[in-house]
């Protein structure tokens, strides 16, 4: 059995993670946020100490050296622009990391974390669970076994509708989120360079507070990509079936089906670290590079090769920024 602490206990994904650390036999011995509504413990690990300030709980944990409680794993799941910092303090602390994607927002980050992991002996996790999901699995190996000179076309279109909220929290600010591309698409950026291969190409042809499209030439697939919060973008028959979230992959006319199994897939990559396997820094630094560009590119407008639906209009932002 393995000793956690949790670092953003209040969150969105916290609970995956909770799941994660009981469904693999190991126990939470603290968890941190500075919100308090964090009810959900109750139902994982009603004994874990909890603290909303963080000098508390470094002080905490640092009194568990020694003891059978002692910090083996520092499970992170804050904002995206605090990941690099409690990587840091986990590592120091003496422990090993699982950080919750992106795991940084700047290229230049994961070669400064890799000195810290140098330096303390530790190592730093991230959850890729995309690569874990078995239609995603099946899929590289077909790529892998098909003709070797073949560029697929591919389009990726991901809508996961956002109210208002979301630009009033962290989420809405790209300096603490990186952005659309960077908080809804890094998984999916990394999942497409994993199956075909790393970017000779990147075009940016819309980037606003609600949407991303553009076009990634991989070395095996040419990508047109569509991301959006925007509930307007959503596809008729998944607003007629009530869905917040439309999610499809078209593989050279064909639809990828991958829809079904993401929820069990935390638990299976904690199995993955434990066992001493697990995705490292270096795994993650091809979708951070690929966001970064995103991010940082200026959008060519409607030119060139582009996904259907960059064509929708533009939406105003809610409060008028």
Known sequence: MKNFVLIGAAGYIAPRHLRAIKDTGNRLVAAYDTFDSVGIMDSFFPEASFFVEHELFDRHCTKLKGTDKQVDYVSICTPNYLHDAHMRYGLRLGADVICEKPL???????????????????????????????????????????????????????ITSRGNWYYTSWKGDVHKSGGIAT??????????????????????????????????????ARVRYFLSINSDNLPENAVQGEKLTYRTINIDGEEFEFSKGF???????????????????????????????????????????????????????????
């Open 104 to 158: 940084v927002l700047n290229p230049w980050n994961v070669d400064a974390l890799e000195e810290v992991e140098k330096e303390t002996g530790h190592h730093i996790y991230t959850i890729l669970q995309l690569r874990l999901h078995q239609s995603i699995i099946d899929l590289k190996k077909k790529i892998e076994n098909g003709p070797k000179d073949k560029i697929y076309d591919v389009d990726l279109t991901y």
């Open 183 to 220: 908080n809804i698409g890094v998984h999916f950026y990394d999942m497409l360079s994993w199956v075909f291969g790393p970017v000779n190409k990147n075009i940016v042809h819309v980037y606003t507070h609600d949407r991303a499209a553009g076009y990634l030439e991989l070395e095996r």
């Open 263 to 321: 929820t069990e897939l935390h638990t299976e990559s904690y199995k993955d670290i434990l066992a001493g396997k697990g995705f490292g820094i270096e795994d993650a630094r091809n979708a951070i590079n690929i966001v970064y560009d995103i991010r940082h590119a200026d959008p060519i407008g409607l030119k060139g090769d582009y996904h259907p639906l960059a064509k929708l209009p533009l939406a105003k932002h809610p409060f008028g920024w």
